[in-house]
């Protein structure tokens, strides 16, 4: 498929209306902010209605317009070029993967406002929200060129701002440069992308601290961060490493296919045999592995749930219930969606408990019966079981038990479409071993999250005497475990790059040609003033955005100026509160690096330069130890013929000391509970301005903000019913206290600018798409 950039998305500017200048570069980077944030959230939350998926055209229906342009914007640059995305049917989207989707929306799974805590699907889907608002930004407006960077200078690893320096600088060449180009030929050459440049070794780092960020709000900060280990450990027991590592030992590549295919995706059953031999048509045939670990790790879960409903059910004396109200609970759960949509919009707007509601619905004098605080507490706790359980009976359902299975259909067509990569990569890549160092990162992942940081500091002291409780992992935690783990990804992908160079080239003219859409066109250099000079190679106050809105700044300054001058007037403080709350949290968020840096051990500037290494001695690029003896296996698999040979097996154990003896000790004393990234605080916003219920049966409605750390009873991993995390609540104080000291205020309320400019800003987005703008033709 020929694939080509194609021109930015403008919009012609008109004439100001109003009375105002222009807007501003920041107060236009601030805009854009605001509407990418509310708008691709609203994205997401369209995706509750069945209908939602049909309107967003494309790949889904044979239609190009979008109800959801930000979403379609990305599937559609980004994600369907993709080798081997590129080449799935139209059935898969528009039969398979649109069937399930709509499944589950038309099973109306419940809300973070019935169960009066913030749920894992509003914590996971608030989280991939607040990532593709960052995309279609960096799609919508661009990266502005300002010439070549120089990325073999100098770059401090200890100095947050050059991190955040060098990875403007790989950004900026990636975009403008052939810096792909370049760093797949290092990986065919080298076994190590650091081995680049400076510029990328310092890059590598900054990826390193915000990934290990992202795990560690994920697992430690959120209060599902339990539950989801616990369904990390579930799924991580139940998958047969040892017969994958097996089936791929076959040296025939289309027989192993088959088999990994018949392992994971084979029924056998009455149904599965009858429907084969043509006895039957769509009979249920049963579960294959894949759904059978879908189901035994949703079902142990939904038991943990059934618990504690069936505990309130039979609770005795003052605790109990009575009957009516947990009759009339029940039959709200098992209610249509559009029904229960109906009374959550009536509760919310009369201000009142969904419980009060419930129970109205079934009966308009239960109510006048008062239901004391406790009687309350324990309706909401046995309403917030039952739906929980139901989710999962429905996510089982869509995925496990529908008729005809749209899952394995579309499980099956999606190998297919990978099947000629898969066979040139197990042709000359051991896969095996790359099985085996998943399997054991992800153990060591499960680890540290539970607080074992033994093998991240194996020569620490032991103790005699009884073991203190363990301490909350820390953002360095979650560091020292990539940064002992990065030679994995660095091996598969230097075998990758050497072995298998048609499928190298494939990536590459994927990734150049989405490069492209990220450029902005030329602009005219800014006279340099004592605020915009610039040193090396950025401006050196960066809240001064020179870029603006990008490609978008003359679609904005036309909406903007399109707004009656009373509108305008009311509008600019709230976009200048939102740019300074932007450039707070950009400051907030270097000095949070800076504080990992500081607790980490000493890098590898105290080092010998790379070149002077060994060559399997860079994977100790930033004098990290190897976590565990069992990645000394991993090697590049054998050269093509006439091609020098390189083996990469890690240092022996001896190397391995003396590269511990040389760093120093990390700092104990203030481990980070908070690191690097402002899509956190965005993320965080999302979650704060859900909706939950009162927590009294008559107001005042509450917000996610109030309930953080509440969790449902019955939840696995918690340690405890409904209460609060494990290390959750430790590490949200410590986040907050952080956010005081630095006098960093909550988000500013744009609901203003959203109501006045919202519905425009999409129309934009959806004309440029509707053109072919910012998306990969092809």
Not at 271 to 284: E, P, R
Not at 623 to 650: C, D, Q, V
Not at 671 to 699: E, M
Request: charged share 20%; aromatic share 6%.
């Amino acid at each position: 498929m020929k694939a080509e950039p194609s021109p930015a998305c403008t919009m012609e500017p008109q004439p100001l209306s109003g009375t105002h200048e222009p807007l501003s570069p920041s107060q236009l980077h601030a805009l854009l902010d605001i509407l990418t944030h509310h708008g691709a959230y609203a994205e997401f939350e369209s995706f509750k209605e069945p209908d939602a998926i049909s309107e967003h055209g494309h790949p889904f229906s044979s239609g190009l317009e979008s109800s959801t342009p930000l979403l379609a914007g990305i599937t559609r640059s980004i994600l369907l070029p993709l080798p081997g995305i590129r080449d799935l049917p139209p059935g898969f989207w528009q039969v398979r993967l649109k069937g399930v989707l709509q499944t589950l929306a038309a099973a109306g799974l419940s809300e973070s406002f019935d169960k009066a805590a913030m749920g894992t699907r509003k914590t996971v889907t608030t989280a991939l929200s607040s990532i593709y608002e960052a995309l279609s930004r960096g799609l919508l407006g661009g990266v502005r060129r300002t010439g070549a960077r120089n990325l073999h200078g100098e770059y401090d690893r200890t100095s947050a701002r050059d991190l955040e320096r060098a990875w403007e600088d790989v950004v900026h060449e990636m975009v403008h440069g052939d810096l792909a180009q370049e760093l797949c030929a290092c990986l065919a050459d080298k076994k190590s992308p650091e081995e680049h440049s400076p510029g990328v070794r310092a890059a590598a780092e900054y990826i390193i601290v915000h990934l290990a960020t992202l795990m560690h709000h994920v697992i430690v900060v959120s209060p599902e961060g339990p539950y989801l280990l616990k369904l990390l450990e579930n799924v991580h027991k139940h998958i047969p490493y040892s017969l994958v590592k097996q089936t791929l030992r076959v040296s025939n590549a289309a027989t192993m296919i088959h088999g990994m295919t018949n392992l994971f995706l084979a029924k056998l059953s009455v149904g599965a045999i009858s429907n084969w031999v043509g006895l039957t048509q769509n009979a249920a045939d049963g579960m294959n592995l894949l759904q059978r670990i879908i189901w035994i790790v949703l079902f142990w879960d939904a038991l943990e749930f059934r618990k504690s409903a069936d505990a309130i059910e039979k609770a005795k004396g003052s605790s109990a219930l009575p009957k009516e109200h947990l009759a009339a609970i029940s039959d709200f759960v098992n209610l249509p969606k559009p029904e229960r949509d109906e009374l959550r919009r009536r509760s919310v707007q009369a201000g009142r408990s969904i419980v009060v509601s419930i129970l109205e619905r079934a009966d308009p004098a239960l109510p006048a019966t008062t239901l004391s605080p406790m009687q309350h507490a324990r309706c909401q706790e046995y309403l917030a079981a039952l739906l929980a359980i139901r989710d999962r009976d429905e996510i089982i359902k869509a995925l496990c038990r529908q008729t005809p299975d749209l899952f394995t259909q579309g499980m099956r067509e999606l190998i297919a479409s990978f099947e000629p990569m898969i066979r040139t990569v197990h042709q000359h890549v051991d896969l095996r071993e790359h099985v085996s160092a998943v399997q054991g990162f992800v153990s060591d992942f499960i680890s540290v999250s539970r607080g074992d940081k033994r093998f991240l500091e194996p020569h620490a002291g032991s103790t005699t005497g009884s073991p203190d409780p363990p301490a909350p992992p820390s953002v360095e935690d979650y560091v020292l475990l990539l940064q002992t783990n990065r030679h994995l990804l660095y091996v598969y992908l230097h075998q990758l790059a050497s072995q298998c160079p048609e499928v190298r080239d494939m990536f590459l003219a994927w990734a150049q040609t989405t490069l492209q859409l990220f450029r902005q066109p030329p602009q005219p250099a800014a006279p340099a003033t004592a605020t915009t000079a610039t040193t090396g190679s950025g401006p050196r106050d960066p809240h001064q955005r020179p870029g603006a809105a990008g490609k978008m700044t003359g679609p904005l300054q036309a909406l903007f100026a399109s707004l009656p001058a009373a509108t305008q007037t009311r509008l600019l403080p709230i976009l200048d509160a939102h740019a300074a709350y932007l450039s707070r949290l950009e400051d907030l968020s270097r000095s949070r690096m800076q504080h990992v840096l500081d607790n980490l051990p000493a890098p590898a500037r105290r080092r010998p330069p790379a070149s002077s290494l060994s060559p399997s001695s860079f994977f100790f690029l930033s004098g990290w130890t190897t976590p565990r003896s069992r990645f000394r296996s991993l090697s590049p698999s054998p050269s093509p013929a006439g091609a020098e040979a390189a083996p990469a097996t890690l240092p022996p154990t001896t190397t391995t000391t003396t590269t511990t003896t040389t760093t120093t000790t990390r700092s104990s004393i203030n481990p980070s509970q908070s690191g690097p990234g402002i899509y956190l605080a965005k993320w965080q916003h999302l979650l704060d301005a859900t909706l939950i219920t009162p927590a009294t049966p008559s107001g005042p409605l509450r917000s996610g903000k109030d309930v953080w750390g509440a969790q449902v009873q019955g939840k696995t991993g918690t340690g405890a019913g409904a209460g609060e995390g494990r290390w959750g609540e430790a590490a949200r104080r410590e986040r907050a206290e952080e956010e005081a000291e630095r006098g960093v205020a909550g988000a500013v309320d744009a609901r203003e600018v959203v109501e006045a400019l919202g519905k425009g800003f999409q129309r934009v987005v959806a004309a440029g798409l509707a053109k072919g703008s910012w998306v990969v033709k092809g």
